[in-house]
């Protein structure tokens, strides 16, 4: 007869970190893992991703509900050129017609149907039919740099997997969003890319973010998820500003670099223009890396969280107006010109759009970088 043991995976709650809150950290997790389940796409009859999920809504009446996850469950992949090379590759291209199976928690699987794709934010939705109840999440808009939180996902054989760690702020990388913040862990524990779509969630088991792990340890915060899907029921899209330029926050910069920049610029907030795409109506009006945006139609700006939610509140005031996607809109911009020591007024012309902001490297000169050091 053979014999069969449940063996006990290593577990996050036996490091020393989690001891304060070993308790409260335990039923949080379990509160939580209700709602998370698996999801596995197919191209034709090749797989193709696997990512975690949550539910967000459930309609009694037509037993439906409706899946949130990562879009990286039916991104495009990219063959590596170098056949050794074993990094997953991954394209700006979606699979939209991917077969999509949703894993519940009672090992029965049942098929998925795209409802939406948004593509900048990298998230999406999916409706099932299920004849069961299914645990919905609560979601809090409070999450705050250093909180301690955890990251949920599931395996393939549906186990949880759960990481500890801190909310973080950090200058993004010329490829990451203006919306992501991060996850600031110990090195030594697991990055899943299943984790992928899963929830982020508080002491209290409450989901504050939704994990986006093809760039590493980021999530995309409830706060923006929660105005994009009011934006969906009511419009049916979730469009934004395409400003075409990325910045750094110059609240988020070292102590050091702030003090000097308010002592030679008399300048304590606003967002570092990174960069700038090449063939932008930013770039015409002669914005240049190294300017710093104070203001955008006259509110002030110091973080790129607060610019992403300013940027879809105008397009809500867009949609009220009965205006259309991929319309223009001006924005009125406060310029700080670094090398010229002054300010100036500009009208942007940016794009109402739900695709993805794609920022095309420019080779104009650097007008403002060497003056305002990010260092």
């Known amino acids: 007869m053979e014999h069969h043991c449940y063996k006990a995976p290593s577990c996050l709650f036996k490091t020393h970190r989690l001891l304060p809150i070993l308790e409260q950290a335990r039923d949080a997790t379990l509160l939580a893992a209700k709602s998370v389940i698996l999801l596995?796409?197919?191209?034709?009859?090749d797989p193709l991703n696997k990512c975690s999920g949550l539910w967000f809504e459930r309609d009694d009446h037509?037993?439906?509900?409706?899946?949130?996850?990562?879009?990286?469950?039916?991104?495009?992949?990219?063959?590596p050129k170098n056949p050794f090379e074993w990094k997953v590759q991954w394209t700006g291209n979606y699979h939209r017609e991917a077969k999509v199976i949703v894993h519940l928690l009672d090992n029965t699987a049942v098929p998925a149907r795209l409802l939406y794709l948004q593509e900048h934010y990298e998230f999406a939705i999916y409706k099932v039919q299920v004849d069961k109840p299914v645990q919905l999440p609560t979601f809090t808009?409070?999450?705050?740099?250093?909180?301690?939180?955890?990251?949920?996902?599931?395996?393939?054989s549906l186990n949880l997997s759960t990481t500890h760690g801190m909310v973080a702020y950090?200058?993004?990388?010329?490829y990451e969003r203006?919306?992501?913040?991060?996850?600031?862990?110990?090195?030594?524990?697991?990055?899943l890319l299943r984790d992928d779509g899963g929830p982020i969630i508080d002491l209290e088991g409450k989901v504050v973010g939704l994990v986006n792990n093809h760039i590493k340890e980021t999530f995309i915060p409830s706060?923006?998820?929660?105005?994009?899907?009011?934006?969906?029921?009511?419009?049916?899209?979730?469009?934004?500003?395409?400003?075409?330029m990325t910045f750094t926050s110059i609240k988020h910069l070292d102590p050091i670099c702030i003090e000097r920049m308010t002592r030679k610029h008399n300048i304590e907030s606003g967002l570092i223009v990174e960069q700038v795409s090449k063939g932008s109506h930013a770039e015409k009006i002669g914005i240049r890396e190294g300017d710093v945006i104070e203001s955008f139609n006259g509110k002030y700006i110091s973080t790129t969280i607060e610019l992403e939610q300013m940027l879809i509140d105008i397009c809500?005031?867009?949609?009220?107006?009965?205006?259309e996607l991929y319309a223009e809109r001006d924005v009125s911009v406060n310029i700080f010109d670094a090398i010229k020591h002054r300010r100036r007024t500009r009208n942007l012309t940016a794009i109402v759009s739900d695709l993805g902001e794609d920022i095309v490297e420019g080779t104009y000169p650097?007008?403002?970088k060497e003056a305002m050091p990010v260092s």
């Open 141 to 156: 808009e409070c999450v705050r740099s250093g909180q301690d939180v955890f990251r949920l996902g599931r395996d393939e």
């Open 40 to 45: 596995s796409s197919f191209v034709k009859s």
């Open 316 to 323: 809500w005031d867009h949609f009220d107006q009965g205006k």
């Open 223 to 244: 706060f923006l998820l929660h105005k994009c899907l009011d934006f969906w029921r009511r419009f049916n899209c979730m469009p934004r500003l395409h400003l075409g």
């Open 366 to 368: 650097i007008m403002g």
């Open 178 to 191: 203006c919306h992501y913040m991060y996850l600031s862990c110990d090195p030594s524990s697991p990055s």
């Open 62 to 79: 037509s037993k439906t509900a409706l899946v949130l996850t990562s879009a990286q469950l039916i991104r495009e992949k990219k063959e």
């Open 170 to 174: 950090k200058i993004p990388s010329w």
